[in-house]
C-alpha cells in the first residue's frame, strides 16, 4: 500500500482531507495518488475505531444524496 510510503505530515494531510465533507476521494487521487480504497485503508489505520465508522456513514450518506461526492 502507498500510504505505508507517505511521511506522517503527508497522512494528517490525507485525513484531513477525507474528513472534510468539501474534498472528494478524486481530488485526493489527483494530490495525492491514492484510490478509493486506499484512503478508506489508510483511515482505518489511522483513526480511532468509532470515528472511522461515524466518517464512513457520512460518507455513504453524502454519496446517496450527491451523485458527485466521495
Known amino acids: 500500500m502507498k500510504s505505508e510510503l507517505l511521511d506522517p505530515a503527508t497522512v494528517d494531510e490525507i485525513i484531513e482531507m477525507a474528513l472534510s465533507d468539501h474534498i472528494s476521494f478524486e481530488q485526493i487521487r489527483i494530490l495525492h495518488g491514492l484510490r478509493p480504497d486506499e484512503v478508506k485503508a489508510l483511515m482505518r489505520q489511522n ?23 466521495k
Open 47 to 69: 483513526l480511532k475505531p468509532g470515528s472511522y465508522r461515524a466518517w464512513r456513514r457520512r460518507v455513504r450518506a453524502f454519496a446517496e444524496r450527491r451523485e458527485v461526492y
